[in-house]
Protein backbone atom coordinates (compact mmCIF):
# COMPACT_ATOMS: atom_id res chain seq x y z
CA UNK A 1 0.00 0.00 0.00
CA UNK A 2 1.41 3.27 -0.83
CA UNK A 3 -0.92 5.12 1.59
CA UNK A 4 -1.47 8.75 0.70
CA UNK A 5 0.61 10.34 -2.20
CA UNK A 6 0.63 13.71 -3.27
CA UNK A 7 2.29 15.33 -6.07
CA UNK A 8 3.96 17.32 -7.38
CA UNK A 9 6.22 17.18 -4.07
CA UNK A 10 7.70 20.81 -4.86
CA UNK A 11 6.59 23.74 -6.77
CA UNK A 12 7.19 27.22 -8.44
CA UNK A 13 4.86 29.33 -9.61
CA UNK A 14 4.49 33.13 -10.17
CA UNK A 15 1.73 35.46 -8.74
CA UNK A 16 -1.05 35.21 -10.81
CA UNK A 17 -0.83 31.40 -12.31
CA UNK A 18 -3.09 28.44 -11.39
CA UNK A 19 -1.87 25.21 -9.89
CA UNK A 20 -3.56 21.60 -8.95
CA UNK A 21 -1.99 19.99 -6.18
CA UNK A 22 -3.30 16.00 -6.20
CA UNK A 23 -3.87 13.92 -3.72
CA UNK A 24 -4.74 9.94 -4.10
CA UNK A 25 -5.33 7.00 -1.14
CA UNK A 26 -5.27 3.71 -1.73
CA UNK A 27 -7.03 2.91 1.93
CA UNK A 28 -10.70 3.12 1.32
CA UNK A 29 -10.92 5.95 3.42
CA UNK A 30 -14.15 8.40 3.19
CA UNK A 31 -12.55 11.40 4.99
CA UNK A 32 -9.92 13.51 3.41
CA UNK A 33 -8.48 16.87 3.94
CA UNK A 34 -6.22 19.51 3.22
CA UNK A 35 -3.92 21.50 5.28
CA UNK A 36 -1.10 24.13 4.89
CA UNK A 37 1.91 23.99 7.33
CA UNK A 38 3.57 27.49 8.37
CA UNK A 39 6.01 27.89 10.67
CA UNK A 40 4.57 28.39 14.17
CA UNK A 41 1.34 27.93 12.89
CA UNK A 42 0.76 24.22 13.06
CA UNK A 43 -1.40 22.73 10.50
CA UNK A 44 -4.56 24.90 9.25
CA UNK A 45 -7.14 23.09 7.50
CA UNK A 46 -8.01 24.45 4.08
CA UNK A 47 -11.07 22.23 3.14
CA UNK A 48 -12.12 18.39 3.46
CA UNK A 49 -14.32 16.24 2.15
CA UNK A 50 -16.48 13.68 4.72
CA UNK A 51 -17.25 11.52 1.81
CA UNK A 52 -17.35 11.54 -1.62
CA UNK A 53 -19.29 13.95 -3.22
CA UNK A 54 -19.06 16.40 -0.55
CA UNK A 55 -16.92 19.21 0.50
CA UNK A 56 -16.57 21.51 3.41
CA UNK A 57 -14.62 24.95 3.95
CA UNK A 58 -11.96 24.42 6.87
CA UNK A 59 -10.41 27.60 8.55
CA UNK A 60 -8.51 29.08 5.61
CA UNK A 61 -10.21 28.29 2.46
CA UNK A 62 -10.68 31.93 0.72
CA UNK A 63 -8.13 31.36 -2.49
CA UNK A 64 -8.70 27.55 -2.71
CA UNK A 65 -10.98 25.46 -4.42
CA UNK A 66 -10.85 21.79 -3.77
CA UNK A 67 -12.86 18.97 -5.98
CA UNK A 68 -13.34 15.14 -4.17
CA UNK A 69 -12.57 13.27 -7.29
CA UNK A 70 -13.35 9.63 -6.41
CA UNK A 71 -13.40 7.85 -3.49
CA UNK A 72 -9.37 8.05 -3.73
CA UNK A 73 -8.65 11.44 -5.00
CA UNK A 74 -9.05 14.96 -3.64
CA UNK A 75 -7.44 17.57 -5.81
CA UNK A 76 -6.57 21.40 -4.33
CA UNK A 77 -6.62 24.19 -7.07
CA UNK A 78 -5.23 27.59 -6.37
CA UNK A 79 -6.66 29.86 -9.16
CA UNK A 80 -4.65 32.81 -9.17
CA UNK A 81 -1.38 31.89 -6.70
CA UNK A 82 -0.57 34.88 -3.79
CA UNK A 83 2.99 35.04 -2.38
CA UNK A 84 0.67 34.40 0.66
CA UNK A 85 -0.06 31.57 -0.54
CA UNK A 86 3.77 30.11 0.07
CA UNK A 87 3.36 27.18 2.11
CA UNK A 88 3.63 23.29 2.42
CA UNK A 89 0.81 21.93 1.65
CA UNK A 90 -0.52 18.14 3.33
CA UNK A 91 -2.99 15.94 2.45
CA UNK A 92 -4.41 13.36 4.61
CA UNK A 93 -7.32 10.82 4.77
CA UNK A 94 -9.15 9.16 7.64
CA UNK A 95 -11.16 6.07 7.90
CA UNK A 96 -14.60 5.75 9.30
CA UNK A 97 -14.29 4.89 12.92
CA UNK A 98 -14.47 7.39 16.11
CA UNK A 99 -11.10 6.62 17.11
CA UNK A 100 -9.36 6.71 14.17
CA UNK A 101 -6.44 8.64 12.97
CA UNK A 102 -5.39 10.90 10.44
CA UNK A 103 -2.93 9.45 7.41
CA UNK A 104 -0.64 12.30 5.84
CA UNK A 105 0.81 12.59 2.88
CA UNK A 106 4.55 13.96 2.08
CA UNK A 107 3.66 17.07 1.59
CA UNK A 108 4.12 19.54 -1.58
CA UNK A 109 6.46 22.48 -1.33
CA UNK A 110 5.01 25.17 -2.99
CA UNK A 111 6.13 28.91 -3.37
CA UNK A 112 4.89 31.69 -4.80
CA UNK A 113 6.95 34.51 -5.94
CA UNK B 1 -14.41 27.16 21.19
CA UNK B 2 -12.15 23.97 20.26
CA UNK B 3 -8.86 24.67 20.20
CA UNK B 4 -5.10 22.81 21.15
CA UNK B 5 -2.68 24.79 22.95
CA UNK B 6 1.00 23.23 23.14
CA UNK B 7 3.17 25.27 25.58
CA UNK B 8 6.93 25.72 24.41
CA UNK B 9 7.50 25.93 20.61
CA UNK B 10 11.03 24.56 21.33
CA UNK B 11 12.03 22.72 23.88
CA UNK B 12 15.72 21.42 24.54
CA UNK B 13 16.63 18.12 26.63
CA UNK B 14 20.28 16.36 27.11
CA UNK B 15 20.11 12.41 25.61
CA UNK B 16 18.73 10.31 28.20
CA UNK B 17 16.54 12.64 29.90
CA UNK B 18 13.33 12.80 30.41
CA UNK B 19 11.18 14.39 27.65
CA UNK B 20 7.82 16.22 28.68
CA UNK B 21 5.50 17.62 26.06
CA UNK B 22 2.50 20.08 26.54
CA UNK B 23 -0.39 19.44 25.55
CA UNK B 24 -3.64 21.64 26.58
CA UNK B 25 -7.29 21.02 24.97
CA UNK B 26 -10.48 23.43 24.86
CA UNK B 27 -13.73 21.64 24.68
CA UNK B 28 -16.80 21.07 26.49
CA UNK B 29 -16.40 17.33 26.42
CA UNK B 30 -13.69 15.01 26.06
CA UNK B 31 -12.32 15.19 22.27
CA UNK B 32 -10.66 12.35 20.72
CA UNK B 33 -6.80 13.19 21.56
CA UNK B 34 -3.75 12.76 18.79
CA UNK B 35 -0.14 13.25 18.95
CA UNK B 36 2.12 13.13 15.91
CA UNK B 37 5.65 13.68 15.25
CA UNK B 38 6.88 15.50 12.08
CA UNK B 39 10.62 14.30 11.18
CA UNK B 40 12.21 17.02 8.47
CA UNK B 41 10.94 17.53 5.26
CA UNK B 42 8.06 14.31 6.04
CA UNK B 43 4.43 14.51 6.15
CA UNK B 44 2.59 13.49 10.03
CA UNK B 45 2.99 9.96 11.99
CA UNK B 46 0.29 9.25 14.41
CA UNK B 47 2.85 8.58 17.57
CA UNK B 48 -0.34 7.42 19.86
CA UNK B 49 -4.05 8.28 20.27
CA UNK B 50 -6.58 8.45 23.62
CA UNK B 51 -9.28 5.93 23.30
CA UNK B 52 -11.73 5.71 26.40
CA UNK B 53 -10.22 3.65 29.28
CA UNK B 54 -7.13 3.85 30.45
CA UNK B 55 -5.54 7.13 31.01
CA UNK B 56 -2.25 6.59 30.29
CA UNK B 57 -1.75 5.92 26.70
CA UNK B 58 1.38 3.73 25.26
CA UNK B 59 2.70 4.85 21.57
CA UNK B 60 5.66 3.90 19.50
CA UNK B 61 9.23 4.77 20.08
CA UNK B 62 8.47 4.60 23.80
CA UNK B 63 6.51 7.58 24.17
CA UNK B 64 3.47 7.67 26.45
CA UNK B 65 0.63 10.38 26.77
CA UNK B 66 -1.32 10.91 30.29
CA UNK B 67 -5.04 12.27 29.79
CA UNK B 68 -6.35 14.56 32.52
CA UNK B 69 -9.74 15.14 31.88
CA UNK B 70 -9.46 18.01 35.21
CA UNK B 71 -7.10 19.29 33.98
CA UNK B 72 -7.74 19.22 30.12
CA UNK B 73 -4.30 18.36 29.38
CA UNK B 74 -3.10 15.08 27.10
CA UNK B 75 1.30 15.14 27.44
CA UNK B 76 3.59 13.55 25.77
CA UNK B 77 6.66 11.83 27.85
CA UNK B 78 9.33 9.91 27.52
CA UNK B 79 11.63 8.58 29.89
CA UNK B 80 14.99 8.93 27.98
CA UNK B 81 15.73 10.92 25.14
CA UNK B 82 17.78 9.41 21.88
CA UNK B 83 19.09 11.61 19.57
CA UNK B 84 16.72 10.31 17.10
CA UNK B 85 13.66 12.18 19.03
CA UNK B 86 14.53 15.35 17.64
CA UNK B 87 12.02 16.47 15.45
CA UNK B 88 8.59 18.55 15.48
CA UNK B 89 5.92 17.26 17.86
CA UNK B 90 1.84 17.92 17.27
CA UNK B 91 -1.10 17.49 19.32
CA UNK B 92 -3.91 16.99 18.01
CA UNK B 93 -8.03 17.17 18.86
CA UNK B 94 -11.31 15.84 17.03
CA UNK B 95 -14.16 16.97 18.60
CA UNK B 96 -16.90 14.67 19.51
CA UNK B 97 -19.07 15.09 16.63
CA UNK B 98 -17.53 16.61 13.28
CA UNK B 99 -14.99 15.48 11.00
CA UNK B 100 -12.79 18.54 11.62
CA UNK B 101 -9.34 17.92 13.52
CA UNK B 102 -7.21 20.85 15.31
CA UNK B 103 -3.78 20.64 15.58
CA UNK B 104 -1.53 22.49 18.25
CA UNK B 105 1.09 24.95 16.47
CA UNK B 106 4.03 22.22 17.81
CA UNK B 107 7.29 21.40 19.71
CA UNK B 108 10.00 21.26 18.26
CA UNK B 109 12.26 18.92 20.27
CA UNK B 110 15.63 18.87 19.97
CA UNK B 111 18.01 16.23 22.40
CA UNK B 112 21.58 17.20 23.68
CA UNK B 113 24.18 14.79 23.13
Known amino acids: NAGVTQTPKFQVLKTGQSMTLQCAQD?????MYWYRQDPGMGLRLIYY???????DKGEVPNGYNVSRLNKREFSLRLESAAPSQTSVYFC????????????FGPGTRLTVL | AQSVTQLGSHVSVSEGALVLLRCNYSSSVPPYLFWYVQYPNQGLQLLLK??????LVKGINGFEAEFKKSETSFHLTKPSAHMSDAAEYFC???????????FGTGTSLTVIP
Open chain 1, 92 to 103: ASRGTGSYNEQF
Open chain 1, 27 to 31: MNHNS
Open chain 2, 92 to 102: AMRPNTGNQFY
Open chain 2, 50 to 55: YTTGAT
Open chain 1, 49 to 55: SASEGTT
